[in-house]
């Protein structure tokens, strides 16, 4: 039986019309960096300034730890302006109503994310989506050591919630750094949906239970 429910964001809960990489690349151009955007999708869902070092290091560009600083900066300073004003901004549709069906089974449901606590917070407030009244926790990859593709954020949500058994967590995400980290964290299911940044083919290629097209098909495998 499954206790906890898992839930990335942008992607899988969250639709926003690619602007996180666009917001990238956008960041990485202003320092005169190009990055295609394929190889911006390979790091989603990563902890972001990971991703940037990832990004530096495949077109073969030194960098300091400062440099990755002021990248996330610039990054952080254009993801929170899109959140909070781009009439794109929306919950992948039956989010609300996934949330709504396993809570009312007893089950938790939790958010995390490779966002830090400043854009998350952003998000929840343009959604509406409260704690408690919408989800039981949310957790952000600048809230523990390692971000994806490590447990770290799955394990804080369960000690938050009493959720003892990784068995008993179900992770659901769009992207290869979300199946890793439902894998590595032991989750007792752990399903690829495909309304974010990879192919149900690309998908394929990781650790899952399942691969469905949207967040709306949870309730039916987890209930």
Avoid at 161 to 173: E, P, W, Y
Wanted: charged share 20%; net charge negative; aromatic share 6%.
């Amino acid at each position: 039986m499954i206790e906890l429910v898992v839930f990335d964001m942008a992607g899988t809960t969250v639709y926003d019309g690619d602007a996180v990489n666009a917001s990238f690349r956008a960041a990485l151009a202003s320092a005169g960096i190009n990055a295609e955007p394929a190889s911006v999708n390979a790091v989603m869902g990563l902890h972001k300034p990971e991703a940037i070092r990832i990004l530096l290091t495949e077109v073969g560009q030194k960098f300091t730890e400062a440099a990755v600083d002021s990248l996330h900066d610039d990054f952080v300073r254009r993801m929170r302006d899109y959140y909070a004003t781009d009439p794109a901004v929306r919950e992948i549709p039956g989010a609300s109503a996934a949330f709504a069906a396993l809570r009312k089974a007893g089950i938790k449901v939790a958010l995390n994310t490779g966002f830090n606590r400043a854009i998350v917070d952003g998000i929840l407030n343009r959604l509406g989506w409260q704690t408690p009244q919408t989800i039981d926790a949310v957790v952000t990859s600048d809230e523990v050591c390692r971000g994806r593709p490590h447990p770290d954020m799955i394990q804080l949500l369960m000690k938050k919630l009493g959720v003892r058994d990784a068995k008993r967590v179900a992770k659901v995400g769009d992207t290869r750094a979300d199946l890793e980290e439902g894998a590595n964290a032991g989750c007792g299911l752990n399903i690829g949906v495909t309304s974010g940044s990879f192919t149900r083919s690309q998908l394929e290629a990781y650790p899952h239970s399942q691969i469905v097209a949207s967040v709306a098909d949870v309730p039916a495998i987890v209930l």
